[in-house]
């Protein structure tokens, strides 16, 4: 743990003022969303595309359901610890970080349930200046296309502690 401490040090020192931390707690957290029901076989549609809106619109409520995405979950993201999220695919990983970071779309068909604080303050009183304190690393890498794959690897190594990484292997070979 030592090293990440080097390094959360190097970057503020770069940066000229310390990162704020953070803990995040969430309590009985659901979120759930209403979707219309395509055909009778029961299978649905989410993608918000036009047909789909206009589907949605035109059937009325008695084609439509709720689909539970997260179902009374609690747990906390500490202060100080590197926290591991693992799930299955459709399991709910993406859709609670994303509550959890204040960039969810909130439209009318979602509902969410629960108790959420950063720092014990209610995340309603705290939700507009979330972004500057809390963040995630999408699924989907995005990466510079101008990069061979040499330069795109030697740029990750270097962003994500590169010079820790020698430092180690110095260390543990000397």
């Given at each position: 743990?030592?090293?990440?401490?080097?390094?959360?040090?190097?970057?503020?020192?770069?940066?000229?003022?310390?990162?704020?931390?953070?803990?995040?707690?969430?309590?009985?957290?659901?979120?759930?969303?209403?979707?219309?029901?395509?055909?009778?076989?029961?299978?649905?549609?989410?993608?918000?595309?036009?047909?789909?809106?206009?589907?949605?619109?035109?059937?009325?409520?008695?084609?439509?359901?709720?689909?539970?995405?997260?179902?009374?979950?609690?747990?906390?993201?500490?202060?100080?610890?590197?926290?591991?999220?693992?799930?299955?695919?459709?399991?709910?990983?993406?859709?609670?970080?994303?509550?959890?970071?204040?960039?969810?779309?909130?439209?009318?068909?979602?509902?969410?349930?629960?108790?959420?604080?950063?720092?014990?303050?209610?995340?309603?009183?705290i939700i507009k200046?979330?972004?500057?304190?809390?963040?995630?690393v999408n699924q989907?890498?995005?990466?510079?296309?101008?990069?061979?794959?040499?330069?795109?690897?030697?740029?990750?190594?270097?962003?994500?502690?590169?010079?820790?990484?020698?430092?180690?292997?110095?260390?543990?070979?000397?």
């Open positions: 743990m030592g090293r990440m401490y080097q390094m959360k040090f190097k970057i503020e020192t770069a940066l000229g003022y310390v990162i704020p931390q953070m803990d995040v707690r969430f309590k009985h957290l659901s979120l759930s969303m209403d979707i219309v029901v395509v055909d009778d076989n029961g299978s649905k549609h989410e993608l918000p595309t036009l047909p789909n809106e206009l589907k949605q619109i035109f059937e009325g409520p008695e084609k439509r359901k709720v689909r539970t995405i997260l179902k009374d979950i609690s747990g906390v993201f500490a202060l100080g610890k590197l926290t591991v999220l693992l799930g299955q695919p459709g399991s709910g990983k993406s859709a609670l970080i994303e509550i959890l970071n204040g960039r969810s779309p909130m439209t009318k068909n979602i509902t969410v349930e629960g108790d959420i604080s950063y720092n014990n303050v209610p995340r309603e009183n200046a979330l972004p500057q304190f809390v963040t995630y989907r890498d995005k990466h510079f296309p101008t990069l061979t794959v040499k330069e795109t690897l030697e740029f990750v190594h270097a962003f994500c502690g590169g010079d820790f990484v020698s430092w180690r292997r110095a260390t543990v070979q000397g």
